[in-house]
């Protein structure tokens, strides 16, 4: 799974390099900016790759009791469902410094109220992430039980209610670590066009982003333009 998501990366992303094996320019200038700052911070003392494992189980557990659902904590710590799965296999003493820190920073509050006014800037995002893939714009809008001008909607607003931010964060936590159907040539094509419409107007994968939510912060690997 850690090779399909590196594999899909976008051109500029560390990962595309060490585990999709790309060794363009983009590549592999992201290759060199991560070993820089990894020097710095063995130089400084400050270079801690691993941590404790049963901190951040405990956490997932909390999450979970209070009803919060894995997928939901994949989709705000910004991680595949399936890396916490992993977090749980038996004899996992050890996770990665940066895994942890996304999960600890998931709380229990974190899910906005239904019909509180938020920030739709995680919202526009991730509807852009999955065209990106090519999920089409009719069938997210289908699986949302939304017309056909939502995302154009969605896209111009700065925010959006609290029920459509966690519509659309449960949509993503489900489509984000599954391609879109291509079995027939309709398939095919409408995926290829949520693609090329996504990639027209300068979307991202959800992998350009550190924390998808963010309003500001800027994606990684891009060689022009920014996504919002």
Request: charged residues 30%; contains cysteine.
């Amino acid at each position: 799974m850690a090779a399909k998501y590196a594999t899909n990366a976008p051109h500029g992303v560390y990962h595309r390099y060490t585990m999709g094996g790309c060794r363009c320019e983009l590549c592999h200038a992201a290759m060199l900016r991560y070993n820089k700052r990894r020097l710095a911070l063995i130089q400084r003392g400050e270079w801690k790759p691993w941590t404790d494992a049963e901190p951040v189980r405990r956490h997932v557990r909390k999450l979970r009791q209070g009803g919060m659902r894995l997928e939901t904590i994949a989709s705000l710590a910004g991680v595949a469902p399936g890396n916490i799965y992993k977090l749980f296999d038996a004899g996992r003493t050890r996770v990665r410094s940066h895994f942890a820190d996304k999960l600890l920073g998931v709380r229990p509050d974190d899910t906005p109220p239904l019909h509180a006014r938020v920030d739709s800037t995680g919202t526009r995002r991730k509807l852009q992430a999955l065209m990106y893939m090519g999920w089409s714009a009719q069938v997210l809008t289908e699986r949302l039980g939304m017309d056909r001008s939502f995302i154009r909607r969605v896209m111009n607003r700065s925010q959006v209610e609290g029920v459509t931010a966690r519509a659309v964060q449960d949509l993503f936590a489900e489509l984000s670590i599954v391609g879109p159907p291509v079995r027939t040539r309709y398939e095919r094509a409408s995926a290829t066009r949520a693609q090329r419409y996504a990639r027209e107007r300068g979307w991202v994968s959800a992998l350009a982003w550190d924390d998808i939510d963010n309003p500001k912060e800027k994606p990684k690997g891009l060689a022009r333009g920014e996504a919002s």
